[in-house]
């Protein structure tokens, strides 16, 4: 007997359903923490000076609008959702991360923040790292109500992370204004050991939570951002203080990076060089279809890189041919650069191994 149509139909839906099922499974939890370059809206739902929800922020997002991300468009964490085929995270202070939203993962970065608790002190009511991570253990409480303990242990250490940190302590902290409290406390290179020694602890918190895959970004060339070269450039060159802070942290936060994933025994913590990746377009800027790497697209002043990007300000007409948005943030053409070499690039960008690597080994992992 020949199965009757709505039998098909019924076998068809089912198939379609458990498929869609299957592929939901598949799509892993994406966390966001950090500063600026990561955060995606927060700061919007907060009485702080630290925010970008104003024109022309966002004038090649999809919607056209101004979102709380620091970039013409898509920033890091935007790009690296749409890598790996899931859905944009939602900020977690946003009212519509709610129900199976949850699912799809949060985004706890707040701009502003630094791994020092005292980082961005002249910006109030930010989300500093502890608090963060509160957010993380509030949002395991709400997922766990949903689809109970089990599901979201699982849902956790099959997630992915993505952590930005670093940059604020030292340009809004240890350099903020001369004679700064923690700069007459530390010289440069014991400032550096202090804030690596608190970074790992922040790490390890979250290891200890139940993350397992962690994207850790270093800084990029700090004293090359259009911003210090307004203060302290008179030929383009870039600030060497700054630069020398970056190159100290850098290698050492790889090292801090190594030696936790010794201690615990797993590839948990993934080196970004991100510092390579802007010195790529900073020292050849064609190459990558830049027309300067030297002035932002948005600003005011020498380099466009006094203040903030504003109503305003100084636009130019094609972000794509810009390295630099705004005084500090990447433009999203930048931002895929750097996506780009966090999913395939070799070990001079990301170390151990690259994304794409480390997806491929965890679904063979999870389909065992
Ligand atoms: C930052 O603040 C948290 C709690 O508010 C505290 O537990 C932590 O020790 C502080 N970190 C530093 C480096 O002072
Ligand atoms: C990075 O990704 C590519 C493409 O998946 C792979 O072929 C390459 O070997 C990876 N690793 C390194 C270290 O280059």
């Keep these: ?30 966390f ?3 500063d600026s370059l990561v955060d995606n809206g927060n700061n919007n739902y907060l009485a702080t000076t630290a925010r970008a929800d104003n024109v022309p922020y966002g004038i090649d997002y999809p919607t056209g609008r101004p979102t709380g991300r620091f970039s013409n468009g898509f920033n890091i964490p935007d790009l690296i959702s749409q890598a790996i085929g899931s859905e944009a995270t939602l900020p977690y202070l946003s009212p519509m991360l709610t129900g199976q939203k949850l699912l799809v993962g949060a985004n706890f970065a707040s701009a502003g923040v630094g791994i020092l608790n005292d980082t961005g002190a002249q910006f109030i009511n930010i989300i ?4 963060q991570i509160a957010y993380l253990e509030q949002y395991i409480q709400r997922v766990s109500q949903l689809i109970g303990q089990q599901e979201t242990d699982r849902l956790i250490s099959q997630s992915l992370t993505l952590m930005t940190l670093g940059g604020n302590d030292f340009v809004n902290n240890y350099y903020l204004v001369p004679f700064s409290a923690r700069s007459r406390q ?16 922040i790490l390890m918190r979250l290891h200890e939570i139940g993350l397992r895959r962690v994207l850790v970004t270093g800084t990029g060339p700090l004293g090359c951002v259009p911003a210090e070269l307004a203060q302290h450039s008179s030929n383009g060159e870039c600030s060497e203080q700054l630069q020398r802070a970056a190159g100290l942290f850098n290698p050492q936060l790889q090292t801090m990076l190594d030696s936790l994933n010794r201690e615990i025994g797993s590839h948990t913590f993934i ?8 010195l790529d377009f900073i020292s050849d800027p064609a190459r990558y279809g830049f027309v300067t790497s030297k002035i932002a697209c948005c600003g005011q002043g020498p380099y466009n890189g006094i203040g903030q990007c504003t109503p ?3 636009l130019c007409p094609n972000r794509d041919i810009y390295a630099f948005w705004d005084p500090f943030h ?4 930048a931002n895929r650069l750097i996506v780009q070499q966090i999913m395939i690039g070799s070990t001079d960008y990301i170390s151990p191994m690259n994304l794409s690597t480390i997806m491929a080994l965890d679904a063979a992992q999870i389909n065992v």
């Design 1 to 30: 007997m020949a199965p009757s149509k709505s039998l098909c139909l019924f076998w068809f839906s089912l198939f379609t359903i458990l498929r869609n099922v299957a592929l939901e499974a598949d799509a892993r939890a994406f």
């Design 128 to 131: 500093r790292m502890p608090g």
């Design 330 to 333: 990447p433009s999203e053409k």
């Design 312 to 314: 305003q300000s100084n």
């Design 271 to 278: 080196g970004v060089n991100i510092r390579q990746t802007n």
């Design 186 to 201: 530390f010289a440069l290179t014991d400032y550096v050991v202090y804030i690596i020694t608190e970074y790992r602890k």
């Design 32 to 34: 966001v923490f950090g």
